[in-house]
């Protein structure tokens, strides 16, 4: 365990203790970390910092739960992720359309991805819809299967990929738009 993994562990102790200073500290801790993965999921600053905030208030509250049998950051982020689709679904701003079973897979090189910065990426995930940025967010971000994304989500497998197909195309067509590849 290196000193940074040492030094949060002790926050979360002095956390399950009600200390203030220490909770100030792992929430600053985790902010430039995680507010990219709440960025992710909307479209707006403020919705993103509101479902930190929401995260973090789980966090705190459940803190007895962690167990320090894995990494906390791993334990976090997972409520981070579920904050997220629980704000996005109680907004009611993401609406699943009925799909058929098979999606046809778009011809897309995901490691086009991998040569963009966090920014650009974090700019096209928010110009997607609200559903097709989750699916994608779960699928590519969090690795999850599609078989995952629709027992999270609610929704059925072809659904699933669908969304994820119509969300690579935005952003195989966004990426061509701001010149960052030409055809």
């Not at 705190?60 to 334990?75: D, Q």
């Not at 109680?90 to 897309?108: D, M, P």
């Not at 969090?142 to 119509?166: C, D, P, R, Y």
Request: charged share 25%; glycine share 4%.
């Amino acid at each position: 365990m290196n000193t940074e993994e040492k030094q949060v562990l002790d926050w979360v102790e002095a956390c399950k203790t009600g200390d203030r200073k220490s909770q100030e500290a792992l929430y600053k801790y985790f902010y430039p970390n995680f507010i990219p993965v709440c960025m992710s999921y909307v479209e707006n600053n403020d919705d993103a910092i509101d479902i930190y905030n929401r995260a973090f208030l789980k966090i705190f509250n459940s803190l007895n739960t962690f167990e320090n049998r894995g990494v906390f950051a791993a334990w976090a982020r997972r409520i981070m992720v579920n904050t997220a689709l629980d704000f996005l679904r109680s907004n009611k701003r993401t609406q699943f359309q009925t799909i058929l079973e098979e999606a046809h897979e778009v011809c897309f090189d995901d490691n086009i991805i991998s040569d963009l910065t966090s920014n650009e990426i974090l700019s096209l995930f928010r110009f997607l819809p609200p559903a097709q940025r989750m699916v994608i967010n779960l699928f590519i971000v969090e690795g999850n299967s599609h078989a995952e994304i629709a027992e999270e989500l609610g929704i059925s497998v072809g659904t699933s990929k669908w969304h994820l197909n119509q969300a690579r195309k935005l952003i195989q067509t966004k990426i061509y738009d701001l010149g960052i590849l030409t055809r």
